[in-house]
């Protein structure tokens, strides 16, 4: 009896942020299925650590999420077949955190993966194929208490991917928006006592959401949701909004009071 070969099976692949938590678990995913996979991360160490462990199917590539995806092309001799923008900041903050905070998370949640698109597309439209996954977060989705940077910067991430999906699925472009809540992670362990409020009680493994996004691109979906109540959740903040704000409001005294 024949097994089928893995659709990712040689396929070249980007993570960014992969040094660890999500990217590090995609990028693990990834290699397990036979594809060759640019670890890309700030940190140099943790590049190479995960690029290691993974094997002669990895390439650590240390820098900045913005401008990756031109050196990992390089890297893979001039294809990419699927581009993961995980690499994010999780900003807190009010509405009055500086201005280089707000610019910060503005760079890194959206502005890198318009870069990464920029440069892909016209090789991706021209021969009919490409996939770009957006670890875009439930805040993006949703909201989080405690972090409008975060949030603001996620949602606009979640509309970049919306846009990319409508504009070219017909061109043979996929793409995929992962929203999960809490991850354990070291960006659940920064978000601080809001994380353990809100996030921390229904925090799940990375390497469950790398198996939500391979459930989904099989499924063809776009909305990656490793926390199935967020639909539920998204339906309500839709269906009704000032429900959904005064039930956020709730929260967010009950943060302030704790």
């Excluded at 190479?48 to 002669?56: D, P, Q």
Aim: with cysteine.
């Amino acid at each position: 009896m024949s097994v089928s070969a893995s659709p990712y099976q040689d396929q070249r692949v980007v993570v960014t942020g992969a040094g660890g938590g999500i990217g590090a678990a995609l990028a693990r995913r990834f290699a397990a299925e036979g594809a060759t996979v640019v670890v890309n991360d700030l940190d140099a160490a943790r590049a190479a650590s995960v690029a290691g462990e993974i094997g002669a199917r990895a390439i650590a590539l240390p820098g900045d999420a913005s401008i990756a995806a031109a050196e990992a092309r390089e890297a893979l001799g001039g294809e990419i077949d699927v581009y993961c923008a995980n690499a994010g900041l999780a900003s807190g903050g009010d509405a009055f955190a500086d201005e280089a905070v707000w610019e910060a998370a503005w760079e890194t949640n959206v502005m890198a993966h318009v870069r990464a698109a920029r440069l892909l597309l016209p090789h991706w439209l021209e021969r009919g194929s490409g996939r770009f996954v957006s670890t875009v977060s439930a805040a993006g989705l949703l909201t989080m208490i405690g972090a409008a940077p975060y949030s603001v910067t996620k949602h606009g991430a979640l509309a970049f991917a919306e846009w990319l999906s409508l504009t070219y699925r017909h061109r043979g472009i996929r793409v995929h928006a992962i929203c999960p809540q809490g991850v354990r992670t070291d960006m659940l362990t920064a978000a601080g006592s809001a994380g353990e409020l809100v996030l921390a009680p229904t925090a799940i493994e990375p390497e469950a959401v790398a198996d939500a996004l391979f459930d989904g691109m099989e499924k063809g979906r776009f909305l990656i949701l490793p926390h199935p109540e967020v639909a539920d959740f998204h339906i309500a903040r839709a269906t009704d909004p000032d429900r959904w704000l005064n039930g956020m409001n709730h929260l967010q005294q009950k943060w302030e009071s704790r």
